[in-house]
């Protein structure tokens, strides 16, 4: 597609409970990032993938939170056992090289 | 640890002003400086990028000027519009392992440009 797809737009989950967020990244982009922001606050990042390597798990939180890539499309991450602390925007970036991330709009999740 | 610190939080400007966001790194591994703006609901978007082998870039009405010896950057937006009105971000990267591009952002800066 001709930018980056997050999926759902919004969350609303009871907390407890596992969800699932969905980032189509551009078409072609080796790299793929997840960030969370939580409001009024910079972006965190959470994961980083490139290509067949090893992902860069550095900045999960938790043994919570996870997340997959196939290859160099879809990526999820998933969130077990949510928590109210968990509430946020989650925003997913893919890059081709150096210069620049493309941001998707994110995936706002609010645990009630 | 913040890597990038960023001030200020929030700015508000005149129509027709100039808007002035500093940030500051830490890690001289850096050597890529970009900002972002993001508008409500929407993810940030690549305003304007640097490396340290020159002091300032200029595109349209934003500027960065950077001075590595401080190891500061700023951003500068010329008469700035209502339009202009949006949370900047300044981040930084440094390569790593030749393929890790992962950068560090600020906090955040809230500019509303009055009309």
């Known amino acids: 597609g001709a930018g980056v797809s997050q999926s759902p737009s919004n969350k609303v989950t009871e907390k407890g409970k596992d969800v699932e967020l969905r980032c189509d990244p551009i078409?072609?982009?080796?790299?793929l990032y997840w960030y969370r922001q939580r409001l009024g606050q910079g972006l965190e990042f959470l994961i980083y993938?490139?290509?067949?390597?090893?992902?860069?798990k550095s900045g999960l939180p938790s043994d919570r939170f996870s997340a997959e890539r196939t290859g160099e499309s879809v990526s999820t991450l998933t969130i077990q056992r949510t928590q109210q602390e968990d509430s946020a925007v989650y925003l997913c970036?893919?890059?081709?090289?150096?210069?620049?991330?493309?941001f998707g709009s994110g995936t706002r999740l609010t645990v009630v | 640890q913040q890597q990038v610190k960023q001030s200020p939080q929030s700015l508000i400007v005149q129509k027709g002003g100039i808007s002035i966001i500093n940030c500051a790194y830490e890690?001289?591994?850096?050597?890529?400086f970009p900002w972002y703006q993001q508008f409500p609901g929407k993810g940030p978007a690549l305003l304007i990028a640097?490396?340290?082998?020159?002091s300032e870039k200029k595109e349209g009405r934003f500027t960065i000027s950077f001075n590595k010896s401080a190891k500061q950057f700023s951003l500068h937006i010329m008469d700035s519009q209502p339009g202009d009105s949006a949370t900047y971000f300044c981040?930084?990267?440094?390569?790593?392992?030749?393929?890790?591009?992962?950068?560090?952002f600020g906090k955040g800066t809230l500019l509303t440009v009055n009309p």
């Open positions: 981040a930084a990267s440094k390569p790593s392992g030749g393929s890790n591009y992962k950068l560090t």
């Open positions: 970036a893919s890059s081709l090289n150096y210069y620049g991330y493309t």
């Open positions: 993938f490139q290509g067949n390597s090893a992902p860069d």
């Open positions: 640097i490396r340290p082998d020159v």
């Open positions: 890690n001289t591994a850096f050597d890529y």
């Open positions: 078409s072609g982009h080796t790299a």
